[in-house]
């Protein structure tokens, strides 16, 4: 059974910093092109970052370059979002999705609609 779970989450006070890690299991996870997205309170679900099935490309939300770095250890099935800078803003439910682009190796997107896999989601707060 193919899963993804979200770790990594809590609460940091603005400024601070937080490494959210997505775990698959039940799939090989270098096949599969990894996106994060969020989801704030009231608000739609948004893109933040993807990394292609061997990270050769990587793409950020405008709100997060700068701050936020993906990566991904193959040899784990696991791809991290590294968060810094964090302000109230960057608060949500954070979710990690996949799907699967074997031989791609340049293929991500920010489009929602595109993955067929997701995890539950971690949630960030950061708050004074």
């Known amino acids: 059974q193919l899963q993804l779970v979200e770790s990594g989450g809590g609460l940091v006070q603005p400024g601070g910093s937080l490494r959210l890690s997505c775990v698959a299991s039940g799939f090989t996870l270098e096949n599969y092109a990894i996106a994060w997205f969020r989801q704030a309170p009231g608000k739609e679900r948004e893109g933040v970052s993807c990394i292609s099935n061997r990270g050769g490309r990587t793409d950020y939300a405008d709100a997060v370059k700068g701050r936020f770095t993906i990566s991904r250890d193959n040899t784990k099935n696991t791809v991290y979002l590294r968060m810094n800078s964090l302000t109230p803003e960057d608060t949500a439910v954070y979710f990690c999705?996949?799907?699967?682009?074997?031989?791609?190796?340049?293929?991500?997107?920010?489009?929602?609609?595109?993955?067929?896999?997701w995890g539950q989601g971690t949630q960030v707060i950061a708050s004074a």
């Open positions: 999705a996949a799907r699967f682009r074997q031989y791609e190796s340049t293929w991500c997107t920010l489009a929602e609609g595109t993955y067929n896999y």
